[in-house]
T-cell receptor, first 112, second 113 residues
Framework: AQTVTQSQPEMSVQEAETVTLSCTYDTSESDYYLFWYKQPPSRQMILVIRQEAYKQQNATENRFSVNFQKAAKSFSLKISDSQLGDAAMYFCACATGNQFYFGTGTSLTVIP | DTGVSQDPRHKITKRGQNVTFRCDPISEHNRLYWYRQTLGQGPEFLTYFQNEAQLEKSRLLSDRFSAERPKGSFSTLEIQRTEQGDSAMYLC???????????FGPGTRLTVT
């Protein structure tokens, strides 16, 4: 079975600072994809960033970047220059075959 | 691209009643997923369609739950004889067959009293 673990239920960051959210996963598949999704309060889940497991280069999307350590099965999300609008639940997910497996989420608070 | 839509956004029902939710995926997306999310948890897989075919159901999905996707377009999720434990956010998501990225709808929040 695939599992995704987010060990930080809550995190906080000062506005304009950098924060890193942790995620580890476990899969026996060689073909898989990793995602970070953001779910603002009472709003829908949106994709933040995606990483194909076969790519060694870490994905980046503007202020968001990942540190993908395949051997360690680690997939952390770095948010640079944090903004108030970054406050949300962040879910890490692993997709193998037709299935997506989600972690339990990290609640990020941005302090003005 | 209008995104994934779900209706209704909120549903309050009494225990024992039946409820039905609708999901309209992004028009060119072949795959459609239903998830359940409870407070403080990540989305939990319920079922998945490829076009009109329901290809997979979670073992956690009781017989009271049924889903359809006629003609491979919109989908409905019905819960019969609702129980208080069914209270949750029901999320629909869609993706291209080869896209691997899920696009989520806003969810339907079900409260069973």
């Amino acid at each position: 079975a695939q599992t995704v673990t987010q060990s930080q239920p809550e995190m906080s960051v000062q506005e304009a600072e950098t924060v890193t959210l942790s995620c580890t996963y476990d899969t026996s598949e060689s073909d898989y994809y990793l995602f970070w999704y953001k779910q603002p309060p009472s709003r829908q889940m949106i994709l933040v960033i995606r990483q194909e497991a076969y790519k060694q280069q870490n994905a980046t999307e503007n202020r968001f970047s990942v540190n993908f350590q395949k051997a360690a099965k680690s997939f952390s999300l770095k948010i640079s220059d944090s903004q108030l609008g970054d406050a949300a639940m962040y879910f890490c997910a692993c997709a193998t075959g037709n299935q997506f497996y989600f972690g339990t989420g990290t609640s990020l608070t941005v302090i003005p | 691209d209008t995104g994934v839509s779900q209706d209704p956004r909120h549903k309050i029902t009494k225990r024992g009643q039946n409820v039905t939710f609708r999901c309209d995926p992004i028009s060119e997306h072949n795959r459609l997923y239903w998830y359940r999310q409870t407070l403080g948890q990540g989305p939990e897989f319920l079922t998945y369609f490829q076009n009109e075919a329901q290809l997979e159901k979670s073992r956690l999905l009781s017989d009271r739950f049924s889903a359809e996707r006629p003609k491979g377009s919109f989908s409905t999720l019905e819960i019969q004889r609702t129980e208080q434990g069914d209270s949750a956010m029901y999320l629909c998501a869609s993706s291209l067959t080869s896209g691997r990225t899920l696009y989520f709808g806003p969810g339907t929040r079900l409260t069973v009293t």
